[in-house]
């Protein structure tokens, strides 16, 4: 057996960041390079929230700098990505669709998620409408479709139609074509996919295997656990999965400073890690990351790797918050050092901080003060407005700093 590569948390910090993305910008933010990135991250999370913009158009923002959202928007649209289950609901390019596909079919062998004859006796009904509804239309929205809403809190207050939609986009039979301001709109699976040529010829064992190298190769150094969280496989088949990985030398065992579990790299990537050993590729930049964002999925990686624990509040009662209601990760480097809690104004083309935290042993440097302006000033950009306040931050030389740059 291999003996373990002796790594320090440091180099897996560089080495995650760089995966993702996190290190440099892009020579440009063209449609191009969005798709690079795409399929750098492999993942990009979706979330209806929109405090200060949504969580996709962010986790873009972090990576590629200003861009037009309409173009992230018009991957969807014209076919490079689709939307699927992966870590949770995603936008996944189009490439990697047979390898969903055999998922799906898993799905529809068990149909665990949705038992219709616990949803009401006249939702098989249903289904079977709103499908001949889609077969008739074409792409169709839940707008178009009308029915009676349910009790208070059934089904997330969803109306039985939009069950429907959702039921059949899980087990496969119609798939996202397009968006409009958010709002999905559902067609036929076969429409979706006519003249793409593709072989759905994947197992479910081939989908596992490629999840599984496809999150390792993700984060860079995993352990089973983090590698199973990347597209929410199942820890005990992840684990399995990556033995067999390294049985064939194809993943590498890696013993992690302080970690007690045992972690792995892809074989691939030895010539990346002894870059990063040697100083390359060093992370520059200071950024402010959505709460969904791929870096940081993994609140156990992130309390192994960073000491950062971090918990989304939006859901926590205003007299129970820590941070604040939509908190934003702040990467300085390779490092997690604060929080932000951001809004935007729209009326005042205003960008807000209702409060900025620094992490314990975080220092107030001047690198990281000028990287702040620069990662405000990209905010107030790419979000329209013209002046920025800072309400509380209770570190004195950074707040007065910021405060007296942005007077």
Same mark, same amino acid.
């Given at each position: 057996?291999?003996?373990?590569?002796?790594?320090?948390?440091d180099?897996?910090k560089r080495l995650?960041?760089?995966?993702?993305?996190?290190?440099?910008?892009?020579?440009s933010?063209?449609q191009?390079?969005l798709?690079?990135i795409?399929?750098?991250?492999?993942?990009?999370q979706l979330d209806s929230i929109?405090v200060?913009?949504r969580?996709?158009?962010?986790v873009?923002?972090?990576?590629?700098g200003l861009?037009?959202?309409?173009?992230?928007?018009?991957?969807?649209d014209?076919?490079?990505?689709?939307?699927s289950?992966?870590?949770?609901?995603?936008?996944?390019?189009?490439?990697?669709?047979?390898w969903?596909?055999?998922?799906?079919q898993?799905?529809?062998?068990?149909?665990?998620?949705?038992r219709?004859d616990?949803?009401?006796d006249?939702m098989?009904?249903?289904?079977?409408?709103?499908r001949e509804?889609v077969?008739?239309?074409?792409p169709?929205s839940s707008?178009d479709?009308?029915?009676?809403?349910?009790?208070?809190?059934?089904w997330w207050?969803?109306?039985?139609?939009?069950?429907?939609?959702?039921y059949l986009?899980?087990?496969?039979?119609?798939?996202?074509?397009?968006?409009?301001n958010?709002?999905?709109?559902?067609d036929?699976?076969e !429409? %979706?996919?006519?003249?793409?040529? *593709?072989?759905?010829?994947?197992?479910? +064992?081939?989908y596992? @295997?490629?999840a599984?190298?496809r999150?390792?190769?993700?984060?860079?150094?995993a352990?089973?656990n983090q590698?199973?969280?990347?597209?929410?496989?199942?820890?005990?088949?992840?684990?399995?999965?990556?033995?067999d990985m390294m049985?064939?030398?194809e993943?590498?065992?890696?013993?992690?400073?302080g970690w007690?579990?045992?972690?792995?790299?892809?074989?691939?990537?030895?010539?990346?890690?002894?870059e990063?050993?040697?100083?390359?590729?060093?992370?520059?930049?200071t950024?402010f990351l959505?709460?969904?964002?791929?870096?940081?999925w993994?609140?156990?990686?992130?309390?192994a790797?960073?000491?950062?624990?971090?918990?989304i509040?939006?859901y926590?009662?205003?007299?129970? !918050? %820590?941070?604040?209601?939509?908190? *934003?990760?702040?990467?300085?480097?390779? +490092?997690?050092?604060g @929080?932000?809690d951001?809004?935007?104004?729209?009326?005042r083309?205003?960008?807000?901080?209702n409060?900025?935290?620094?992490e314990?042993?975080?220092?107030?440097?001047?690198?990281l003060s000028?990287?702040?302006?620069?990662?405000?000033e990209e905010?107030?950009?790419?979000?329209?407005c013209?002046?920025?306040?800072?309400v509380n931050?209770?570190?004195?030389r950074?707040?007065?700093r910021?405060?007296?740059?942005?007077?």
């Amino acid at each position: 057996m291999t003996a373990p590569i002796p790594v320090t948390r440091d180099t897996v910090k560089r080495l995650a960041v760089y995966k993702q993305g996190l290190h440099q910008r892009p020579p440009s933010a063209d449609q191009a390079q969005l798709k690079r990135i795409i399929k750098r991250i492999g993942l990009l999370q979706l979330d209806s929230i929109s405090v200060v913009a949504r969580s996709h158009y962010l986790v873009m923002l972090a990576r590629a700098g200003l861009y037009n959202p309409a173009d992230l928007d018009a991957l969807l649209d014209d076919g490079f990505l689709f939307e699927s289950w992966a870590h949770a609901i995603c936008q996944i390019p189009m490439t990697y669709y047979p390898w969903f596909h055999a998922l799906i079919q898993q799905r529809q062998l068990k149909e665990t998620r949705w038992r219709l004859d616990k949803l009401g006796d006249d939702m098989p009904e249903i289904v079977s409408r709103v499908r001949e509804v889609v077969r008739e239309r074409g792409p169709t929205s839940s707008k178009d479709l009308q029915s009676e809403r349910r009790g208070p809190g059934g089904w997330w207050n969803w109306k039985p139609t939009k069950v429907a939609l959702e039921y059949l986009f899980d087990l496969g039979e119609l798939m996202v074509s397009h968006r409009v301001n958010f709002q999905r709109y559902y067609d036929l699976t076969e !429409r %979706v996919l006519a003249g793409r040529g *593709m072989k759905l010829d994947k197992s479910f +064992d081939d989908y596992q @295997r490629w999840a599984v190298e496809r999150g390792l190769r993700h984060q860079g150094i995993a352990t089973a656990n983090q590698v199973a969280d990347y597209h929410r496989l199942y820890k005990r088949a992840a684990a399995d999965t990556l033995k067999d990985m390294m049985n064939a030398g194809e993943a590498l065992p890696v013993a992690v400073e302080g970690w007690k579990d045992a972690a792995y790299i892809h074989r691939d990537d030895l010539d990346l890690l002894h870059e990063i050993r040697n100083g390359l590729h060093e992370p520059q930049m200071t950024l402010f990351l959505s709460p969904f964002d791929n870096l940081f999925w993994d609140r156990d990686r992130d309390q192994a790797l960073w000491d950062f624990h971090y918990r989304i509040e939006v859901y926590t009662p205003k007299s129970k !918050r %820590v941070y604040g209601y939509y908190v *934003m990760p702040i990467l300085h480097g390779c +490092d997690l050092v604060g @929080r932000i809690d951001p809004k935007v104004d729209r009326a005042r083309k205003r960008l807000i901080f209702n409060a900025l935290h620094l992490e314990k042993g975080a220092k107030q440097t001047a690198a990281l003060s000028s990287g702040l302006i620069k990662a405000i000033e990209e905010f107030m950009a790419f979000h329209g407005c013209d002046s920025f306040e800072l309400v509380n931050c209770r570190f004195k030389r950074l707040s007065g700093r910021l405060r007296r740059y942005f007077a």
